[in-house]
């Protein structure tokens, strides 16, 4: 129903590389935000997407909304070490209920 | 301005004890909600509330209540812990799109 598929489960990539996760669901969904999560922390939000088909940036952080409303995909370009973290894929509903993804956890080596 | 305040950091608890979890917040929010996160998951509604007053059923709403008196708290209530209630909670509100999230809670159910 409402459940988020996010991939990769979890990505190990080199300093200086581009990243790219996307969630997918079989809902349509009023907004998608993306969050990271530190160890120990509650999840950030990252970039929040309203529309379908919007492309929105926040620096080296590129995140579309899919044009069917059922997905979306996060970019991080030129990886550095702290972008460490599990990275969230969130659907916000009619009523601002949101489910999330499983997460993405990125390990990013110097 | 604190944000969303949730108290305590961490708890254990041994099996039938009852406690509460604290979430406070600020921001004049109408939105609240409580998630819990199992290890390498995502997280999972327990319960949100539109305002004041006003309290429904989210995910994974058994073994727990809350309640709304003011706009600014929203309490989660543990009655009989169990094993399986071991977790990390973070409370998150709202004004319409895109979660505050708190620094959770983890507890530990013995």
């Known amino acids: 129903g409402q459940q988020l598929n996010q991939s990769p489960q979890s990505m190990f990539i080199q300093e200086g590389e581009d990243v790219s996760m996307n969630c997918t669901s079989s809902?349509?969904?009023?907004?998608w935000l993306w969050y990271k999560q530190d160890p120990g922390e509650g999840p950030v939000l990252l970039i929040a997407?309203?529309?379908?088909?919007e492309l929105t940036s926040n620096g080296r952080l590129t995140a579309q909304f899919g044009i069917t409303r059922k997905d979306s995909f996060l970019n991080i370009s030129a990886s550095i070490p702290s972008d460490v973290g599990i990275y969230f894929c969130?659907?916000?509903?009619?009523?601002?209920?949101?489910?999330f993804g499983a997460g993405t956890r990125l390990t990013v080596k110097p | 301005n604190a944000g969303v305040t949730q108290t305590p950091k961490f708890r254990i608890l041994k099996i039938g004890q009852s406690m509460t979890l604290q979430c406070t917040q600020d921001?004049?929010?109408?939105?609240m909600y409580w998630y819990r996160q199992d290890p390498g998951m995502g997280l999972k509604l327990i319960y949100y509330?539109?305002?004041?007053?006003?309290?429904d059923k989210g995910e994974v709403p058994n073994g727990y209540n809350v309640s709304r008196s003011t706009t600014e708290d929203f309490p989660l209530r543990l009655e009989l812990a169990a094993p399986s209630q071991t977790s990390v909670y973070f409370c998150?509100?709202?004004?319409?799109?895109?979660?505050?999230f708190g620094s959770g809670t983890r507890l530990t159910v013995v």
């Open positions: 998150a509100s709202t004004p319409d799109r895109g979660y505050t």
């Open positions: 809902s349509i969904f009023n907004t």
């Open positions: 997407l309203y529309k379908a088909g």
């Open positions: 969130a659907g916000q509903l009619w009523n601002n209920d949101m489910r």
């Open positions: 921001m004049n929010h109408n939105y």
């Open positions: 509330s539109v305002g004041a007053g006003i309290t």
